[in-house]
């Protein structure tokens, strides 16, 4: 179900503050999820990538980054202490990694869910062929995760070398939805270049694809890439966007950042409020979480899984929320 707005309506509420937007969005998430906010656990498995985004921190040509990669009983482990917490879902995310070939990551997926039935398993591995996809999703993966970063072609060539491919990315996204995973794109809010129109770009995009899951964030500059010294994306626009997304497709899975916590202290709590459902701790080991740095900042890197999940726990009961114990499923 998705709603017709004008595109008015839309661009103006990217840009202002309408209480309206606000109460609706937050009525819509209570009507689809009531007080349940969905959990899911982060592996970030390696920080090695062969791509070179101009904002993202593990671009290959950050030689300022220190590379670690997981192994595939690592990740198990990060489940199984995941799994004693209440996680029922693991996302496993990484750079564009060749060292992981098809066969390790249908491994590692069919590993997981042979420990872990119940669970869900969600990947974010990045452009792959849709022969891959395929062989991910007959391992047993339930969900991927491949933001667009922009629906306006011209923008996605100032974000990415020309090696990059706005149609490639296009492709993967309507291949994954095909082979019938729970799909999500998205993208960052204020990055460079980015204006009212290419957001609203990105929500007719959103609009045409019915993505089961939207991931959307600000922006933040990270010192050691050419977008070091541009500013970041705001919460207020980024609160707004969520609005926005959680009511032009009510049901969607809508993660509270990681990113949206670092550029305030109470970003995620007020994210939930402005709509969205699901939050993501961090399940990768302490010894490499510094390393995974797509930007400056990044909250939590020194605390203990268990810490994160009850952290998570306190600042949602805070605001009248639930963590749930289940996969957290989309809601047709
Ligand atoms: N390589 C995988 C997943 C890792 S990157 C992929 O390409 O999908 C995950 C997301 O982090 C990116 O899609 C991007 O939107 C976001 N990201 C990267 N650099 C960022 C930055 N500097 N600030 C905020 N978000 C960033």
């Known amino acids: 179900m998705t709603q017709n707005f004008s595109d008015q309506q839309l661009k103006y509420w990217i840009e202002n503050d309408d209480p309206w937007l606000l109460n609706e969005a937050q009525k819509l998430r209570r009507q689809w999820y009531g007080d ?20 993202c921190g593990i671009r290959c040509g950050n030689n300022m980054a220190r590379r670690y990669r997981l192994t595939p009983q690592q990740i198990f482990d990060c489940c ?8 029922r879902t693991f996302v496993l995310q990484s750079g564009e990694d060749p060292f992981y070939d098809d066969d390790t990551l249908c491994r ?3 590993g997981i869910k042979e420990r872990h039935p119940d669970c869900a398993v969600t990947l974010s591995v990045g452009e792959k062929e849709r022969k ?11 969900r ?19 090696e990059m491919s706005y149609q490639n990315r296009m492709r993967c996204l309507r291949d994954l939805k095909e082979i019938g995973y729970q799909t999500g794109c998205g993208f ?35 010192k050691d890439t050419p977008f070091g010294t541009e500013t970041a994306g705001t919460m207020e626009m980024t609160l707004r966007l969520l609005s926005i997304i959680r009511l032009i497709h009510p049901h969607v899975l809508l ?27 961090n399940l990768s080991p302490v010894a490499v979480r510094e390393k995974y740095k797509l930007y400056d900042n990044k909250i939590c890197t020194g605390d203990e899984a268990a810490e ?25």
Not at 80 to 87: D, I, K
Not at 144 to 161: G, S
Not at 188 to 203: F, K, R
Request: charge should be negative; include cysteine; proline fraction near 6%.
């Open 188 to 222: 960052m809010v204020g990055s460079p270049y980015q204006t009212v129109d290419t957001l609203w770009e990105d929500l007719q995009f959103i609009r045409r694809l019915k993505p089961q899951m939207v991931g959307i964030g600000p922006f933040i500059p990270q």
């Open 255 to 281: 993660p509270a950042t990681t990113a949206l916590g670092t550029i305030h202290p109470k970003g995620r709590e007020l994210g939930i409020l402005a709509g969205a459902n699901v939050v993501m701790p």
């Open 80 to 87: 199984r202490e995941g799994y004693e917490l209440g996680f």
């Open 144 to 162: 991927y995760l491949l933001r667009h970063e922009t629906a306006d072609e011209a923008h996605y060539e100032k974000l990415h070398p020309v």
């Open 108 to 110: 590692i997926v069919s």
């Open 308 to 332: 994160c999940r009850f952290c998570m726990q306190k600042r949602m009961e805070s605001i009248g929320y639930q963590v749930a114990v289940n996969r957290g499923d989309f809601q047709p």
């Open 36 to 55: 349940q906010v969905y959990v899911r656990g982060l592996i970030e498995f390696s920080n090695y990538c062969k791509n070179d985004c101009y904002y």
């Open 132 to 142: 891959s996809y395929q062989a991910f999703f007959d391992a047993g993966a339930d």
